[in-house]
């Protein structure tokens, strides 16, 4: 079974930055589609970033060139970056861990989050 723990959520001001961090453990093998998803209170769920073996990162339109998306694949860690946050950013803060897009998509959009997440929140 595979084990994911989000960390690096925080309350920051505009303009501010945080550093998630994901840790997996368990079933990690062949898991190679990597990223993060976040939902807000009354707002659907938005997929932030997504990593894999055989593309270069993709990003959502509204983080696009103020986050990135990182792995430590010797730790097993995701970590993502995120800079000149903005209020809109404030979401609760999903890692997952996939062996392919489909199955992200599952996981991000009709499952209910397989982790705790970390809390992002962000004031003007």
């Known amino acids: 079974q595979l084990h994911l723990v989000e960390s690096g959520g925080d309350s920051v001001q505009a303009g501010g930055s945080l550093r998630l961090s994901c840790v997996a453990s368990g079933d990690t093998d062949g898991r190679t589609v990597m990223g993060w998803f976040r939902q807000a209170p009354g707002k659907e769920r938005e997929e932030v970033a997504i990593t894999d073996s055989s593309s270069a990162p993709t990003y959502a339109d509204s983080v696009r060139g103020r986050f990135s998306i990182g792995v430590d694949n010797a730790k097993n860690t995701l970590y993502l970056q995120m800079n000149s946050l903005k209020p809109e950013d404030t979401a609760m803060y999903y890692c997952?861990?996939?062996?392919?897009?489909?199955?992200?998509?599952?996981?991000?959009?009709?499952?209910?989050?397989r982790s705790q997440g970390t809390q992002v929140t962000v004031s003007s």
């Open positions: 997952v861990f996939e062996r392919s897009r489909l199955a992200w998509r599952f996981v991000v959009f009709h499952s209910s989050p």
